[in-house]
T-cell receptor, first 115, second 115 residues
Framework: AQSVAQPEDQVNVAEGNPLTVKCTYS??????LFWYVQYPNRGLQFLLKYITGDNLVKGSYGFEAEFNKSQTSFHLKKPSALVSDSALYFCAVRDVNTGFQKLVFGTGTRLLVSP | GAGVSQSPRYKVAKRGQDVALRCDPISGHVSLFWYQQALGQGPEFLTYFQNEAQLDKSGLPSDRFFAERPEGSVSTLKIQRTQQEDSAVYLC?????????????FGPGTRLTVT
């Protein structure tokens, strides 16, 4: 079955410093990978996706993610963190095994950016 | 443009009551998904529609859960005889096209509390 793992429950970083939120995946076939962010009492907002092509994917709000096939990873990165980036981040993979397109989510990583 | 909307945003039900949760997808989006998000967890897939056809309901936890999308637009998730374990946030998402490369856009969710 398709799955993703987010090994860190929480990541702490100081404002202005680079941030990384980790995600590893397990899929059969080609991976379709996504990152979403969730602010309190709000739904998930799409950040970026990897389908094919360049391993470095750029997304919304200055975020980017690096796809690494040999390490089966899709880590989310940002060169300079903002306090407003503090939120819950979810990595997800498209489950194409059934022929449909449901998303399978990780458990989430809480990002805390301190001033 | 308008995003995915859900109503009500909050619902408190006594155990045994029936509830109906509404989702208005982005206009023209053919795919619609329902997810359940328990506290502190990532969303979990419930069911999927392509237009009015329910193509995957493998995630519905019991026969008390029922979803419909009769005209291929608005969808309703109904839970009969609610139980305490049904307490969660129910998220609706829509996607412009069918296919694994298309991102899903999420609504704000309905927080259901069963007392």
């Amino acid at each position: 079955a398709q799955s993703v793992a987010q090994p860190e429950d929480q990541v702490n970083v100081a404002e202005g410093n680079p941030l990384t939120v980790k995600c590893t995946y397990s899929v059969s076939g080609n991976p379709y990978l996504f990152w979403y962010v969730q602010y309190p009492n709000r739904g998930l907002q799409f950040l970026l996706k990897y389908i094919t092509g360049d391993n470095l994917v750029k997304g919304s709000y200055g975020f980017e993610a690096e796809f690494n096939k040999s390490q089966t990873s899709f880590h989310l990165k940002k060169p300079s963190a903002l306090v407003s980036d503090s939120a819950l981040y979810f990595c997800a993979v498209r489950d194409v095994n059934t022929g449909f397109q449901k998303l399978v989510f990780g458990t989430g990583t809480r990002l805390l950016v301190s001033p | 443009g308008a995003g995915v909307s859900q109503s009500p945003r909050y619902k408190v039900a006594k155990r045994g009551q029936d509830v109906a949760l509404r989702c208005d997808p982005i206009s023209g989006h053919v795919s619609l998904f329902w997810y359940q998000q328990a506290l502190g967890q990532g969303p979990e897939f419930l069911t999927y529609f392509q237009n009015e056809a329910q193509l995957d309901k493998s995630g519905l936890p019991s026969d008390r859960f029922f979803a419909e999308r009769p005209e291929g637009s608005v969808s309703t998730l109904k839970i009969q005889r609610t139980q305490q374990e049904d307490s969660a946030v129910y998220l609706c998402a829509s996607s412009k096209h069918q296919g694994p490369s298309y991102e899903q856009y999420f609504g704000p969710g309905t927080r259901l509390t069963v007392t």
